[in-house]
């Protein structure tokens, strides 16, 4: 039977040559490592939030009157729902792991350097759209955490005169958060940043895949020592084959990151979802001591020690368009980060910096 | 102008002309509805808010608070903080207005004593009467 139906494909598309040509003869850097598997478990777990979010759309309302209350029926009443929940909100979480882990091996492993500029750009736009992802999801349970969360992110702009008013206003809908902002909110979630991040996953899988992957910065091959003047295709001819070789290690990196995943939801439930989680939204009273997710927990402790509003959001907007054009700003051809002291330097105190603001605003 | 030159010139205005067509509309259609609610005075008995207590309203859809303080009487002050818009608390002990969100202090005029926040709380016209205060 298997044989028919692939005989039948192999006629119409061509399979065993596209086989070869994307599977078992595409070739990966002899040398390659584990790091090198983080953005295939980038896509798995985009996979997995589109299929629970899937899920949790069949039972989910999306007008303010009766979101918190769906919400919450998924969680208790209907069978499973809870677990498509966890997954769902733990997955987004490790989703933004697994895509900064990703982010910062490339950079450890130089391989936003020429001619990957574009693949780096792109990375760099799939993450900040990750985070919007997080960020439009959170207010849908309208909990008083998600609503005073997005009531925060969706005053930021205001700190720049007249456009940001104008921005603050066209995000919300209204002057206050309310179930205007929620629709906005609930579209972009499952509409507009879905298509976005398709886009931008097939422009990345295009690039890697036109450039060829890059090699680790120690022991690279002849070939990717060659300077680069004009375009050409990195085959890595003394490489392993993509498929088994590869892909059995990024399956095993997928297994780690899942049994992570249902070791959250079965052991620590409350983690990601805490009491004011299931408080329904309250327009009229600030929950006290209101935290951020882990990832906003840097910024969120800069903004509050940051006296001036102007000053704290544009030095955090000025980060990340350092981080987007690093490429341009870093154009020494060594990308062995263990020969560039400096460069070194800048990585891990940027890395303790992240870190001592994150436990900075957890305890603050 | 040759014929080629005409024609990128035409395409030039009808490609503005339909992404301007689109766009307008595209913004209006975000933008939140227009017109302003219609500005509303509440009045509160004074014997709701004993010297040293606050009490939280809605003034026109915003959140707001009179306080009763000991050496000046009542101030009605919005209770949106002016950093990123989370609702401050009245805390008695200390005499001061906190932001839950980011640490802000205001004084009970709604001057800001410490923390981010760019200016003070806005105030609200009030009228003392015998009995009763009129807010807004």
């Known amino acids: 039977m298997w044989g028919k139906i692939k005989n039948w494909l192999e006629i119409r598309i061509g399979l065993d040559g596209l ?3 994307h599977l078992t003869e595409y070739r990966v850097p002899k040398n390659i490592n584990i790091l090198y598997t983080l953005g295939f478990v980038a896509l798995v777990f985009f996979s997995i939030q589109v299929i629970t979010g899937f899920f949790l759309l069949v039972y989910y309302i999306p007008y303010s ?3 918190f209350k769906s919400v919450q029926d998924i969680m208790g009443t209907v069978p499973y729902g809870w677990l498509f929940r966890q997954m769902h909100v733990v997955g987004s979480s490790l989703m933004v ?3 900064l882990f990703h982010a910062i091996a490339v950079f450890f492993m130089g391989g936003y ?3 990957r500029e574009l693949t780096w750009i792109v990375g760099t736009f799939m993450l900040l759209i990750t985070i919007t992802f997080c960020l439009s999801g959170y207010l849908l349970p309208w909990s008083q955490l998600s609503y005073w969360a997005t009531t925060i992110a969706t005053t930021l702009p205001t700190a720049f005169p007249y456009a940001g008013e104008i921005v603050a206003k066209l995000m919300k809908g209204s002057e206050q958060v309310s179930g205007i902002t ?8 499952v509409m ?6 398709s886009v931008l996953v097939g422009l990345h899988i295009f690039l890697v895949r036109r450039i060829g992957i890059s090699s680790p910065p120690f022991g690279k091959s002849p070939e990717a020592e060659k300077p680069w003047t004009e375009y ?3 085959s890595h001819p003394d490489g392993y084959s993509f498929f088994p070789d590869f892909v059995l290690k990024e399956t095993i990196m997928v297994m780690v990151f899942c049994a992570v995943m249902f070791f959250f939801i079965t052991f620590l439930p409350t983690l990601l979802l805490p009491e004011e989680a299931n408080i329904p939204a309250d327009p009229f009273k600030t929950p006290a001591h209101i935290k951020p997710e882990w990832y906003f927990l840097a910024p969120y402790q800069m903004l509050k020690i940051i006296p001036n509003k102007f000053l704290g959001i544009s030095l955090q907007m000025i980060i990340v368009l350092l981080f987007i054009l690093w490429p341009f700003l870093d154009t020494a051809e060594e990308n062995n980060l263990l020969k560039r002291p400096r460069l070194r330097w800048l990585f891990f105190v940027s890395l303790i910096l992240w870190m001592v603001f994150t436990i900075w605003g957890k305890y603050s | 102008m040759k014929r080629r030159r005409f024609l990128n010139l035409l395409l030039t205005i009808l490609g503005l002309t339909a992404v301007g067509s689109f766009v307008y509309p595209l913004v209006r259609f975000l933008a939140p509805a227009g017109g302003k609610a219609e500005a509303k005075q509440i009045t509160l008995k004074k014997s709701e808010i004993p010297v040293g207590t606050a009490k939280e309203i809605p003034l026109n859809n915003t959140p707001a608070i009179i306080i009763n303080r000991p050496d000046k009487g009542f101030v009605a002050l919005s209770r949106v903080c002016t950093h990123l818009g989370c609702l401050v608390e009245y805390d008695k002990i200390r005499n001061r207005l906190i932001c839950p969100c980011h640490g802000a202090l205001f004084d009970l ?10 200016k003070p709380l806005p105030k609200f016209p009030i009228k003392v009467e015998s009995e009763s205060i009129l807010i807004g």
């Open chain 2, 109 to 118: 005029e709604g001057n800001v004593v410490s923390g981010p926040p760019p």
């Open chain 1, 182 to 189: 929620l629709n906005r909110f609930f579209a972009l979630h």
């Open chain 1, 113 to 115: 350097k020429k001619p």
């Open chain 1, 65 to 67: 009157e009766m979101a």
């Open chain 1, 19 to 21: 086989m070869k040509t």
């Open chain 1, 232 to 234: 050409r295709h990195v």
């Open chain 1, 192 to 197: 507009l940043l879905p298509l976005i991040i």
């Open chain 1, 97 to 99: 792991v697994v895509v």
